[in-house]
């Protein structure tokens, strides 16, 4: 088994990936491919709901634990697409289409990698590797319903795209649903308690609020009014107005002081957060993981996009082949040569990490 036959069979999975349908809690189809793959190579696996995972041959329950994670399922496909993006085309140097770059080269990538040093003896490190379901919609099926199942995780490395630099920081995120409170009334008479107009003064609170604790990886805290939503006649004045905050934490906060801030501070008559669980992450710089990274000439920085960093309370790496930027985009792709250099770095990482 080398890394060039590795990498062949890592593409051309792929290309079967893209050519199944994978959409959030759709992923039963994809995860028969991914099955298809421990089979070949084989190597033992358990599969729960549309989750597949393995550990490594010699797994010793006195080593500390690393876990390789990716997600195969997909967003819909925006109306932007001039490609089948269904169809795998390969043109340029370039492989298009729906979930190629977000998260299918880095899963493919990482699940080489792992097959790669699946039968090495004497690691310092044991190896888990899940391909996850619902990482797109934050389901409830997805890694987080995992770590319960999995041995006990030390460290990990995420696969999303990040040109292979080293994400060591991640925003967590926490939407909140808020509410401005008025008099109700006809338009026809005065109202001076106006929900409405209200609300002009509650939005330039949010617009000028600055949270104190800024972050070396990731700056500062960004909150965000995305959805605002009142009145249902012309000549009714509403009683409430509802708005939608979505606010990205760096690591200097958890989620729940986010909350508690917001809930003492903001002048909504009411602000409710829908999850907290969703958290920022990161991994100290000094990190044998980081360490060896910068070694190798990757850079490092602090990601401002939500993966399932999210659900794990261990350090974590988020790095990947592909580009964050085309996740999600009309005619998606990543390049060939990106997945080459995935498995190339995944591998020599570990091997600087890992190896005895």
Not at 123 to 136: G, R, W
Not at 213 to 226: E, Q, R
């Amino acid at each position: 088994m080398t890394l060039e036959k590795l990498t062949k069979d890592a593409i051309a999975l792929l290309k079967n990936l893209i050519e199944t349908q994978s959409f959030s809690e759709e992923e039963e189809n994809t995860a028969l491919l991914i099955e298809g793959w421990f089979n070949e190579y084989e190597i033992p696996f358990k599969r729960t709901k549309n989750n597949i995972w393995a550990t490594n041959k010699y797994f010793d329950e006195s080593k500390p634990t690393l876990l390789l994670n990716s997600h195969h399922d997909t967003v819909h496909p925006n109306s932007k697409y001039t490609n089948d993006p269904f169809k795998a085309i390969v043109k340029d140097g370039k492989l298009y289409g729906l979930g190629s770059n977000d998260a299918g080269g880095c899963l493919v990538s990482l699940i080489a990698t792992f097959t790669n040093f699946y039968a090495q003896e004497n690691l310092k490190y044991n190896l888990v590797i899940v391909a996850s379901a619902e990482e797109e919609n934050s389901g409830n099926n997805g890694l987080n319903s995992m770590l319960p199942i999995i041995p006990h995780i030390d460290v990990a490395i995420v696969g999303e795209p990040t040109l292979m630099n080293l994400a060591v920081a991640e925003k967590g995120l926490v939407v909140f649903d808020a509410q401005v409170d008025g008099t109700p009334s006809h338009a026809a008479h005065p109202n001076y308690n106006n929900s409405i107009y209200n609300t002009i003064e509650v939005l330039q609170w949010f617009k000028d609020f600055k949270f104190d604790k800024s972050s070396d990886a990731l700056g500062d805290v960004k909150m965000t009014v995305t959805q605002i939503n009142a009145g249902s006649q012309h000549n009714v004045v509403p009683g409430h107005v509802d708005l939608v905050v979505d606010v990205r934490v760096n690591d200097a906060y958890s989620n729940q002081e986010i909350a508690d801030i917001l809930q003492e501070q903001s002048p909504c008559s009411k602000i409710t957060p829908r999850s907290l669980r969703l958290n920022s992450s990161s991994i100290s710089t000094d990190h044998d993981l980081v360490k060896a990274g910068i070694a190798m000439g990757r850079t490092t920085y602090g990601s401002p996009t939500l993966s399932d960093q999210s659900v794990l309370s261990c350090q974590s790496l988020k790095l990947g082949p592909g580009d964050s930027t085309r996740s999600h985009s009309a005619d998606e792709f990543i390049y060939l040569a990106e997945i080459e250099e995935g498995i190339e770095i995944y591998v020599e990482l570990l091997n600087r990490v890992i190896k005895k």
